[in-house]
């Protein structure tokens, strides 16, 4: 055996890979192995070496394995978007799909490539197409972008190719289960305007291990970032459909129904919010949103995406998108929750006046009629009149951060922009620090005066509220931040230059501003 086949000490300890993972790997496969990690944020390595028909856990609750579906259901076509991914995923997407779906269901597998650059992608994806459809005559199509679209696009491409009756978008990075098309074909059949999702298990990225999922609704927060939501489920028979505010990125529904309310938005670029704008469309516009605890997905969570650098300037345009066109007067805390000013912000969302008289023409139901019937655990905050950055005037390079999540002591910390720096300022004299979450059940912190001592406390809002803590300021923009009870006022110690401790002491005449106001409420 050569020196470097040899069995070693882990090269990369300290990469989340190989934390629990890669103990019998040579010098060479460890090489390997981090390259293609860092490539796709998940063990391409280790894909590379399993079967692509490999058996998965059936996770679906045991009264699922009771039900009995009829045996005409709606065609089905599979839609499979794909950018840039290992090219074994992909097979063992496509492997899983065609090996646990009744042939006489499955029309169609369409994969669109979003302008890929991985070589894997171009003739060697199409010589495996090819043996595919050599074994399953005309099954696969493929659609290539000739330049990069987004996610919302791309599943438009799919959903244009696409002849059976319903339609189900998919990442390439999922393993369908047992029996995942029935429940979905047959719910359908049911009610045409359900738009449903599996529930969406969790595939490890290092170990590929599939790890079961809770029966859960999805959300939103203000930013539109899904999550799972803590909405309440029938708790007696775990295999009813569960009705919920959102949908992830895997769903399904009949194909003319989703023609008729207009589909993805396709000006939204490149990834972010399109799930939510598409969960606001079916909701308001006499659809609605299911998830089926009977159809299991399983879906390869990354340690990390390789385009998260460019995500964020795009998710911030497209959240401003949605809002414009389906949040009407709430829009306001979607800005708040991305920290822009509600007016010039500078951030073109693209045109949406037809989006817009689409909407009309559909006589889609208000935003708020979502809030109160669908989604009532999403909370409007309607009275904050300033939030952003909040600086002092004896350092207007340091800003009130939260300081350590798992303290509840806030600091001064040189200005970075970042979430843990937000502020909101309530009119009736709460000041939350930190992302504002907005949400029933949500720990969203606010400012008190513990009565005693100098430093002041984060607390959750919800119990400051129940334990009568001193949690009421005076605050006007350019003036002293004063304690309603304690008169106390919130201050930088001048005897700290370097560390700018944060202190509630007599007022001395310190002044705050806050980046962002709402209304004319200026000294």
């Not at 709606?74 to 950018?83: A, R």
């Amino acid at each position: 055996m050569i020196y470097e086949d040899m069995i070693q000490r882990k090269l990369f300890p300290d990469t989340a890979l190989f934390e629990k993972w890669g103990d019998n790997l040579t010098n060479a496969q460890q090489i390997q192995a981090f390259i293609l990690f860092s490539l796709y944020g998940y063990n391409a390595y280790l894909s590379d070496h399993l079967p692509f028909n490999r058996s998965i856990p059936d996770t679906r609750p045991l009264r699922c394995l009771e039900k009995k579906y009829p045996q005409q259901l709606p065609t089905l076509s599979v839609v499979i978007t794909f950018m840039d991914e290992a090219l074994s995923i992909l097979q063992r997407a496509i492997t899983s799909i065609i090996h646990r779906t009744p042939s006489h269901l499955l029309k169609e597998l369409i994969l669109v490539d979003d302008f890929s650059s991985n070589e894997d992608l171009k003739v060697n994806l199409d010589k495996q197409i090819q043996l595919y459809n050599l074994k399953y005559p005309g099954l696969l199509k493929l659609i290539r972008h000739t330049e990069r679209k987004g996610v919302a696009s791309t599943r438009f491409s799919g959903s244009q190719a696409a002849t059976a009756d319903v339609v189900i978008f998919l990442d390439a990075h999922i393993e369908v289960n047992i029996e995942w098309a029935e429940p979905i074909l047959a719910r359908i059949r049911e009610d045409h305007t359900v738009i449903v999702s599996p529930i969406i298990d969790n595939i490890l990225f290092d170990t590929l291990e599939v790890n079961e999922s809770p029966l859960m609704p999805m959300g939103f927060s203000w930013k539109l970032f899904g999550h799972y939501d803590y909405m309440s489920v029938n708790s007696k028979d775990n295999t009813i459909a569960i009705k919920s505010p959102a949908i992830m990125g895997i769903f399904a529904a009949n194909r003319l129904f989703l023609e008729k309310i207009g589909f993805l938005d396709t000006g939204m670029l490149f990834y972010g919010g399109e799930n939510v704008e598409l969960s606001l469309k079916a909701w308001q516009c006499g659809g609605k949103i299911e998830i089926l605890p009977c159809s299991r997905i399983a879906h390869l969570q990354r340690a990390h995406k390789p385009y998260s650098l460019i995500i964020s300037p795009l998710m911030k345009r497209n959240a401003l998108r949605v809002a414009e066109i389906w949040m009407d007067n709430y829009k306001y805390m979607v800005y708040l929750a991305w920290n822009l000013p509600l007016k010039n912000h500078g951030i073109d969302f693209g045109e949406v006046s037809s989006k817009i008289e689409l909407r009309k023409k559909l006589k889609c139901k208000s935003f708020d009629w979502y809030l109160k019937n669908i989604y009532p655990n999403l909370m409007p905050l309607q009275h904050i009149v300033g939030y952003g950055s909040m600086k002092n005037s004896v350092n207007k390079m340091i800003c009130l951060d939260q300081g350590n999540i798992q303290g509840n002591t806030p600091v001064m910390y040189i200005c970075n922009g970042f979430k843990q720096q937000f502020v909101y300022y309530h009119l009736t004299g709460e000041l939350y620090v930190g992302q504002l979450h907005a949400e029933i059940f949500s720990n969203d912190r606010c400012l008190t005066d513990p009565g005693e001592g100098w430093k002041p406390e984060l607390v959750s809002c919800q119990e400051a509220i129940l334990k009568r803590m001193n949690m009421y300021w005076d605050f006007k923009q350019g003036a002293s931040i004063t304690n309603k009870y304690t008169n106390r006022c919130l201050e930088v110690s001048k005897r700290s230059p370097v560390s700018h401790l944060l202190i509630l002491q007599r007022c001395t005449g310190q002044k705050w501003t806050i980046q962002h106001t709402v209304r004319n409420w200026e000294i």
